[in-house]
T-cell receptor, first 108, second 115 residues
Framework: GQQLNQSPQSMFIQEGEDVSMNCTSSSIFNTWLWYKQDPGEGPVLLIALYKAGELTSNGRLTAQFGITRKDSFLNISASIPSDVGIYFCAGPGNQFYFGTGTSLTVIP | KAGVTQTPRYLIKTRGQQVTLSCSPISGHRSVSWYQQTPGQGLQFLFEYFSETQRNKGNFPGRFSGRQFSNSRSEMNVSTLELGDSALYLC??????????????FGPGTRLTVT
């Protein structure tokens, strides 16, 4: 099946720094979604992207739908402690696929 | 608006037993999907139900089954439990049509431990 690879696998950053992570696929996706999961909870939808090249923001979060439709990027500006968690990309194909996740730790 | 609810939150079962997990979607959401999350395999799609019909199925053995009721509530069942079935089982709901069908809202999950 389709595989979504996320990088980096984990990040340790200082509070206030900006964060960038990406998600790549061997197949084309027509929709990209980004989720955040806190420990012991289900993933929470952050941003949905529906068009190649699209750039969408949600507060301090900005996500881009790659022009090749095989990748997507998530940026977090001015990180704060509550940004800690695991970030997943996801996309629908013949089923719904989730990426391998990027674990973010914010050091106060 | 209430979110997706899942019951029970935690469950301990013995190998060979069966288990039923329940999910109540967000009001108005008619699509319900189930996922298994483990440290080794990540988030894996189990199946999706819409209007009481299974619309998509992931690559899991037949021991994993589900159903959806007329009020959109869903249950999943795992028979003949194996140690490897220990996982967080997540339910997600979404609206039925248009692009919104891809915007899934997750419940808190059921943590299943098989001993």
């Amino acid at each position: 099946g389709q595989q979504l690879n996320q990088s980096p696998q984990s990040m340790f950053i200082q509070e206030g720094e900006d964060v960038s992570m990406n998600c790549t696929s061997s197949s084309i996706f027509n929709t990209w979604l980004w989720y955040k999961q806190d420990p012991g909870e289900g993933p929470v939808l952050l941003i949905a992207l529906y068009k190649a090249g699209e750039l969408t923001s949600n507060g301090r979060l900005t996500a881009q739908f790659g022009i090749t439709r095989k990748d997507s990027f998530l940026n977090i500006s001015a990180s704060i402690p509550s940004d800690v968690g695991i970030y997943f990309c996801a996309g629908p194909g013949n089923q719904f696929y989730f990426g391998t996740g990027t674990s973010l730790t914010v050091i106060p | 608006k209430a979110g997706v609810t899942q019951t029970p939150r935690y469950l301990i079962k013995t190998r060979g037993q069966q288990v039923t997990l329940s999910c109540s979607p967000i009001s108005g959401h008619r699509s319900v999907s189930w996922y298994q999350q483990t440290p080794g395999q990540g988030l894996q799609f189990l199946f999706e139900y819409f209007s009481e019909t299974q619309r998509n199925k992931g690559n899991f053995p037949g021991r994993f089954s589900g159903r959806q009721f007329s009020n959109s509530r869903s249950e999943m069942n795992v028979s003949t439990l194996e140690l490897g079935d220990s996982a967080l089982y997540l339910c997600a709901s979404s609206l039925a049509g248009g692009l919104a069908v891809y915007e899934q809202y997750f419940g808190p999950g059921t943590r299943l431990t098989v001993t």
